[in-house]
């Protein structure tokens, strides 16, 4: 079909937009705003269900007519602009904007982790562990570990493209 190409496009584009907005919205609100935004964006399916939302639309607009296979592929472009666009945002914010943003983002999520363990009755090693991991953590992303993340998000982002075509599949019978 040749509106899947298109509409993947546009799908891509729009939340990749959507989350560079509020990735940027959420660093000027302030850290603690932004740590939220964070731990939020990695806990909530955002994303998928609004890939699945688009390509049931899709779907659903050309009679149920359409191969899904070619869902798989609409929700993996979709998924691509989405990750091209997530990268620029943090490329723009962590290294050009604010580079001392992503340090002071470890240094709050490392500090509500250990407040959480010692409310918990953490053993004293296991949180010495968590800020030697928060350490860590602060040391510059390097161009490698950049593309190693890049690929990773990219083999799971076709098991969920993967996942959608199933869905769209089942919905369809």
């Known amino acids: 079909m040749k509106t899947i190409y298109p509409s993947a496009l546009l799908t891509g584009t729009l939340l990749g937009l959507l989350f560079s907005g509020i990735l940027f919205f959420s660093w000027k609100q302030g850290i603690d705003f932004m740590v939220s935004f964070h731990k939020y964006y990695a806990l909530l399916p955002l994303v998928f269900l609004s890939v699945l939302g688009a390509a049931y639309f899709i779907e659903q607009k050309q009679n149920w007519n359409i191969d899904w296979k070619l869902i798989i ?7 691509i602009i989405f990750e091209i666009f997530y990268a620029m945002a943090n490329y723009l914010l962590f290294d050009i904007v604010d580079p001392s943003a992503y340090l002071r983002m470890v240094d709050t999520l490392n500090q509500e982790d ?26 510059p992303i390097t161009w490698i ?8 998000n990219l083999i799971l982002d076709f098991i969920k493209s993967v996942l959608v075509g199933f869905i769209i599949k089942q919905v369809k019978r």
């Open 114 to 139: 250990v407040q959480r363990l010692k409310e918990a009755n953490a053993p004293e090693e296991k949180i010495k562990e968590l800020i030697k991991m928060g350490e860590y953590a602060k040391q």
């Open 145 to 152: 570990q950049r593309l190693v993340a890049i690929g990773q």
């Open 73 to 79: 592929r609409f929700a993996f472009v979709s998924y």
